[in-house]
C-alpha cells in the first residue's frame, strides 16, 4: 500500500479528551494542529488510493461525536517555487507558463507581488488552470491527486452543508441528488 499525505479541516476545534477519542477512533496517523486556518489534522495514511486514504479519515474523524471533516486543506499562497514543486515541473517551465511563453495561454495572474519583487500565486487559480489545460502540458505528475484534492474538498464541505440543513424535507432531497451523482 502507498502512503498519502494530506490535511483535513475539522469544523471546530478539539478538547484533549476528543484527541485520544481520535487517536482511538484510527487516527493514530494524524497530528492535529489548531491556528489562525482553523483546526486542522495532518494525516500520513497508508491505502490503496489517495480517495481511500481521505474517505477512511473522514469516517475516522466521523467516529467522534461532535467532530466533522469539512474540507481539505491547502497553502494557498504559492511562488513559481512552489508551483514546480507540487507539479513536479521545473520553476523555468512554470515561469514560462506564467509569461505566456509556453502552454495555452491564460495563467491566472498573481494574486500579488512582494516589495522585493517576487509573485505570489492563488493556488486554487492555478490548480484549475492545471486541470483544465492538463492535456496541453502533457500530463503534469500530481494533477490526479489535486482533482482528488479538490473532489474531496467539495464533497467535505456537501455533507458539511447537509448536516447543518435544519429543515429535513431539503435535506433529504439534496441527499437524493448527491446519490445520483
Given at each position: 500500500?502507498?502512503?498519502?499525505?494530506?490535511?483535513?479541516?475539522?469544523?471546530?476545534?478539539?478538547?484533549?479528551?476528543?484527541?485520544?477519542?481520535?487517536?482511538?477512533?484510527?487516527?493514530?496517523?494524524?497530528?492535529?494542529?489548531?491556528?489562525?486556518?482553523?483546526?486542522?489534522?495532518?494525516?500520513?495514511?497508508?491505502?490503496?488510493?489517495?480517495?481511500?486514504?481521505?474517505?477512511?479519515?473522514?469516517?475516522?474523524?466521523?467516529?467522534?461525536?461532535?467532530?466533522?471533516?469539512?474540507?481539505?486543506?491547502?497553502?494557498?499562497?504559492?511562488?513559481?517555487?512552489?508551483?514546480?514543486?507540487?507539479?513536479?515541473?521545473?520553476?523555468?517551465?512554470?515561469?514560462?507558463?506564467?509569461?505566456?511563453?509556453?502552454?495555452?495561454?491564460?495563467?491566472?495572474?498573481?494574486?500579488?507581488?512582494?516589495?522585493?519583487?517576487?509573485?505570489?500565486?492563488d493556488w486554487e487559480q492555478v490548480a484549475h488552470w492545471l486541470r483544465k489545460h492538463?492535456?496541453?502540458?502533457?500530463?503534469?505528475?500530481?494533477?490526479?491527486?489535486?482533482?482528488?484534492?479538490?473532489?474531496?474538498?467539495?464533497?467535505?464541505?456537501?455533507?458539511?452543508?447537509?448536516?447543518?440543513?435544519?429543515?429535513?424535507?431539503?435535506?433529504?432531497?439534496?441527499?437524493?441528488?448527491l446519490q445520483d451523482a
Open positions: 500500500m502507498t502512503s498519502y499525505e494530506f490535511t483535513l479541516r475539522l469544523n471546530r476545534e478539539v478538547t484533549d479528551a476528543e484527541i485520544e477519542a481520535l487517536y482511538e477512533a484510527g487516527c493514530d496517523d494524524a497530528g492535529i494542529e489548531t491556528g489562525p486556518l482553523g483546526t486542522l489534522i495532518e494525516f500520513d495514511r497508508e491505502a490503496p488510493s489517495l480517495a481511500q486514504a481521505i474517505s477512511s479519515a473522514a469516517r475516522d474523524i466521523d467516529k467522534v461525536p461532535g467532530l466533522r471533516a469539512v474540507g481539505v486543506a491547502c497553502d494557498n499562497m504559492v511562488t513559481l517555487l512552489d508551483i514546480a514543486r507540487r507539479t513536479g515541473r521545473t520553476r523555468e517551465a512554470v515561469r514560462l507558463w506564467a509569461s505566456g511563453e509556453r502552454g495555452p495561454g491564460g495563467f491566472p495572474s498573481p494574486e500579488l507581488i512582494t516589495t522585493g519583487g517576487e509573485k505570489v500565486w492538463r492535456e496541453e502540458i502533457d500530463h503534469t505528475p500530481g494533477l490526479a491527486a489535486l482533482h482528488v484534492l479538490a473532489t474531496a474538498d467539495r464533497v467535505l464541505a456537501a455533507r458539511a452543508a447537509l448536516r447543518s440543513e435544519p429543515d429535513n424535507a431539503v435535506r433529504e432531497e439534496f441527499e437524493r441528488l
